[in-house]
């Protein structure tokens, strides 16, 4: 059963770098708390007609980073919502979701990302080498700080395991 704060319209979104978990835990948790489940990519592919990479290549990252926004603002209350990696690095983004709910690091390690890297299909950003990958994935560890409530380390554990450590570190029970 979630809490009041959740009941009332706060969202629960799952922060972190590429592979941390934030679709497959987020499903997890959403059907643990009884809340409708959100991937704004998804949505964003469904709006746009085209996959996210296709997104990237006609529009540019720009544009995708704009409907983010424009989609993370309309997604509504009473969610977990499982962002984009680089949704922090927007202060208007993290500021709504701070406003608007509790945010949720899921904190994966940059050997684990490696380990993911070949389930994690075909996202713009992966093309680019490990070199620069290892770069944005430091950049963004202080984003991903900054914006988050909750800080869970992911290595090793599963993803009900961790669907279970938010309900707990939130108090949702």
Request: proline letters at 3%.
């Amino acid at each position: 059963m979630p809490t009041k704060s959740v009941s009332r319209g706060f969202n629960i979104y799952l922060v972190g770098f590429m592979g941390s978990g934030k679709t497959t835990v987020g499903k997890i948790l959403a059907g643990r708390l009884g809340l409708p489940f959100v991937d704004l990519d998804e949505v964003i592919k469904l709006r746009e007609g085209i996959n996210i990479e296709d997104i990237f290549l006609q529009k540019g990252e720009a544009y995708f980073r704009r409907l983010e926004s424009e989609v993370l603002k309309g997604c509504g209350f009473g969610k977990v919502v499982s962002t984009g990696g680089g949704i922090v690095e927007k202060g208007e983004n993290v500021e709504f979701m701070r406003n608007t709910g509790k945010v949720v690091w899921l904190d994966v390690s940059f050997e684990e990302f490696l380990r993911r890297k070949p389930h994690l299909g075909d996202r713009p950003l992966l093309k680019r080498g490990e070199d620069w990958l290892k770069a944005l994935f430091e950049r963004r560890r202080s984003f991903y700080e900054r914006a988050s409530h909750v800080r869970i380390g992911v290595d090793g554990k599963g993803p009900k395991d961790i669907a279970e450590e938010i309900v707990c570190l939130l108090s949702l029970r």
